[in-house]
């Protein structure tokens, strides 16, 4: 996520630091810098000449020009100022006080609009509430069908209508069922289209006037850049949108979507698609995604995701064990299955500090668990309890079994073997190693 536009500010960053003393020049040209790199990632150049003239006006002071450390004082003012590119707080979704609370996705063609339907209804009935998906795209070969699939995945209903019943009525109709059923959610699917076409525009205002949903959110593909920031923009002036959710997220390198989209449309960004997944839609926290940009991490992120994701019993109990070397490669399994909940790989990388920037550019291959976890189910009951029993010949027939080689059991051992030894050491340290996931 972001990474181009990561790399190439901490470079500019990194010049700056080796000033031991600022001054206005100095500023000037690392912000010209920023400038530069901000649309080459794909920013409205109205947007990156607003930023940089912001973080000018703030360097330039005193605070940066006599402090002891002005290479990090810019560098804290451009987090600062990323942050109120990006809306400063997060915003979800309000509820109508009296049920059900009706959202209308629109968006362009291709955006994801369907998908983030489903995730959105995914979110919200995991915080408890009753949700219906309305199939309202009846232009989009299989998009009906798309939508049911996904809802009968996570047990939530989906409103079909007749052939040929116009969105407007089928969006209606799909608002009375929820109230005669007592759900209390309700998330419109329009079928996508391009701003310029009118027709299609004017059924989204008519959808709009025949049901007055609660909320509107616009759905952009961040992949797309300013495609999406300019897509935005005419969507607003016919429809008057509450928000934004951007997809694919995860895919986007450079970030223009990102950093513009608030300040063009002045609507803030409410939740992002961060994977395939109906359980990758997050909300979203623009001092989070600042720290992350700048390669300080997302700590909060990461822990909510644990919380989220693991079983906080096993993981005392795994701990515990641990510490006594009762760990087993049962545990062990169920310890990967935890660790797979919690999302890709790299991404929970990117979250901590240091560590993303690091390894930056380094794909993390997610096959790796499934070699493993072939490896150990290729143990015997026995021998998964009781890891000091693997001799030479057990290994070699592990190998066998697994479709892996000799050398792959042996590094498995000896990462186990270090696990073990790491997490007894980490016992003896008392409260400090207290709570943690031996991952």
């Known amino acids: 996520m972001f990474d181009d536009l990561s790399a190439k500010l901490e470079g500019v960053f990194k ?10 020049s100095n500023i000037k040209d690392a912000l010209r810098e920023v400038r530069r790199v901000l649309l080459e990632a794909d920013v ?3 947007v990156a000449r607003t930023f940089v003239n912001r973080v000018q006006g703030r360097a330039v002071g005193q605070e940066v020009l006599q402090s002891i450390t002005p290479g990090q004082q810019v560098i804290k003012i451009v987090h600062d100022e990323l942050i109120a590119l990006m809306g400063r707080k997060s915003e979800g979704i309000s509820f109508d006080a009296t049920p059900p609370t009706v959202v209308m996705l629109v968006g362009l063609q291709g955006s994801g609009k369907t998908t983030a339907a489903a995730k959105l209804a995914h979110l919200f009935r995991s915080k408890g509430r009753r949700p219906l998906l309305v199939a309202a795209d009846i232009y989009r070969p299989a998009a009906i069908d798309q ?11 989906v409103y079909r209508a007749r052939e040929g019943t116009p969105p407007e009525r089928i969006c209606a109709d799909g608002v009375r069922l929820a109230r005669k059923e007592g759900l209390d959610f309700v998330v419109l699917d329009t079928a996508g289209r391009l701003h ?13 006037a025949q049901v007055s949903p609660y909320e509107i959110l616009f759905v952009a593909d961040a992949m797309t850049g300013q495609d999406a920031v300019r897509a935005a923009r005419e969507f607003l002036n016919r429809l008057n949108f509450g928000g934004v959710i951007l997809t694919k997220l995860d895919g986007d390198a450079r970030g223009g979507a990102a950093l513009s989209i608030r300040m063009v449309t002045d609507r803030p960004i409410k939740f992002v698609g961060v994977g395939e997944k109906l359980d990758a839609l997050e909300v979203f926290h623009p001092d989070r995604m600042a720290s992350r940009i700048l390669g300080m991490g997302d700590v909060v992120s990461l822990v909510e995701r644990v919380q ?35 999302g890709p790989l790299d991404q929970l990388i990117g979250m901590i500090p240091g560590v993303g920037k690091a390894m930056r550019g380094l794909k993390v ?6 070699h493993t976890e072939a490896i150990v189910r290729s143990m015997t009951k026995e021998e998964r309890a ?29 990462q186990f073997s270090m696990m ?20």
């Open 44 to 46: 409205n150049y109205k």
């Open 308 to 342: 989220q994701s693991v079983d906080t019993e096993k993981a005392q109990k795994w701990e515990e064990k641990l510490r006594k070397e009762a760990f087993t490669f049962d545990d062990f399994l169920e310890q990967l299955e935890q660790l797979k909940k919690m």
């Open 420 to 439: 073990q030894k790491m997490m007894k050491n980490m016992g003896k340290m008392g409260s400090l190693g207290k709570g943690m996931l031996p991952f």
């Open 15 to 24: 010049k700056l630091r080796r000033h031991g003393k600022l001054s206005e």
């Open 147 to 157: 939508l049911e699939v996904l809802g009968r995945s996570m047990d939530v209903p």
């Open 365 to 370: 291959d997610e096959k790796a668990f499934v």
């Open 386 to 414: 009781r890891p000091h029993l693997i001799n030479g010949s057990r290994r070699r027939r592990i190998a066998r079994g697994s479709g892996t080689r000799v050398q792959d059991v042996n590094q498995l051992m000896k």
């Open 196 to 208: 310029v076409d009118d027709e299609m525009m004017a059924e989204l205002e008519r959808i709009k």
